[in-house]
Nanobody
Framework: QVQLVESGGGLVQPGGSLRLSCAASGNIFKINHMAWYRQVPGKQRELVAHIYSGGSIHYAESVEGRFTISRDNAKNTVYLQMNKLSPEDTAVYYC???????????????WGQGTQVTVSS
């Protein structure tokens, strides 16, 4: 059984920073790519940042230059450093991992439960 657990969300003032973490645990053979998405009520979930096992990274245009995604492969953990936060960044943030479990021949996507980030004065 695989679990992704996010942490680090909360309330922050505009211009502030937060660091999200997401740890994958359980019966994992290999992790391919990991990513952060966010969702606002009534809107589609959108990609925030994506990092592949080889290190290549992609950011949504709205967060480029403010957010930094990184991963610790030894800990099966992905991070999202968020700086210069604005109210428009308020959302539930989800992490996802594309991974392979022992005995399987295909990679599947797993999701965390989400963590709320609220940017408000």
């Amino acid at each position: 059984q695989v679990q992704l657990v996010e942490s680090g969300g909360g309330l922050v003032q505009p211009g502030g920073s937060l660091r999200l973490s997401c740890a994958a645990s359980g019966n994992i053979f290999k992790i391919n790519h990991m990513a952060w998405y966010r969702q606002v009520p009534g809107k589609q979930r959108e990609l925030v940042a994506h990092i592949y096992s080889g290190g290549s990274i992609h950011y949504a245009e709205s967060v480029e230059g403010r957010f930094t995604i990184s991963r610790d492969n030894a800990k099966n953990t992905v991070y999202l450093q968020m700086n210069k936060l604005s109210p428009e960044d308020t959302a539930v943030y989800y992490c996802t991992a594309n991974l392979l479990v022992p005995g399987s021949d295909q990679y599947d996507d797993y999701w965390g439960q989400g963590t709320q980030v609220t940017v408000s004065s």
